[in-house]
């Protein structure tokens, strides 16, 4: 038994009937059961809100899969400074396809089904979020003006940039996700720290006169 269908576009992809009777016999069904619909991609694609949009702004990293025509999933690194991949509006993320080991194996396995799946996670809030999207791969010499935008700000070249069509995306479970943080939030929490502490200093110190000009009195 599930719960009345409330679908939603993540659960018509993720909730498959496969899962979903996964989900029966764990008991989750209860949760999940409600975002699930019949058919294949049902209802609209979702956009990002704003808390998605600004994880996915300030990450320098993501993982995207790909499934080759075999059936074979592919899962590869992407990685850049904070802000390589850009939010152009609220169902469209892009970013540079910077030089690697020529193997290509992603952008060939998009050529044949431009289906992807996205995960980005920001370890200081241990937040995780996962995008479904359709790809379009971009090449400098059929549009080199918006290979140029989107590599902006780095100095790396690129004979091509990426495009993800946001069909659905979801946060959840924090749960096992280690906090990891970066050099400039550890010299963030030692500024913080260390103001902190100078601060505390300061009050002994005039605690310390008060004692003082106390004692003197006798």
Known sequence: MTSPATPTRYGSIAFTPPVAKRQEAAGSIYTYGRFR??????????????????????????????????????????????????????????????????????????????RTALIFVDYPTRTRVKVFGRATVVERTDDPAFVDLVTDGTQARTDRAMVIRVEASDINCRRNITPKYGERAIQERIRLARAQLLEEITLLRQRNRELEMRLGGY
Do not use: K
């Open 37 to 114: 619909a019949d058919g294949e991609d049902t209802g609209p694609a979702e956009g990002l809100d704003g808390r998605l949009r600004a994880l996915i702004e300030a990450a320098d990293s993501f993982f995207i899969a790909t499934v080759t025509p075999d059936g074979w999933p592919y899962l590869q690194h992407r990685g850049g400074p904070p802000g390589f991949v850009q939010v152009l509006d609220n169902q469209t993320i892009a970013f540079a396809e910077y030089p690697g080991n020529q193997q290509f194996v992603t952008i060939g396995n998009l050529d044949a089904d431009d």
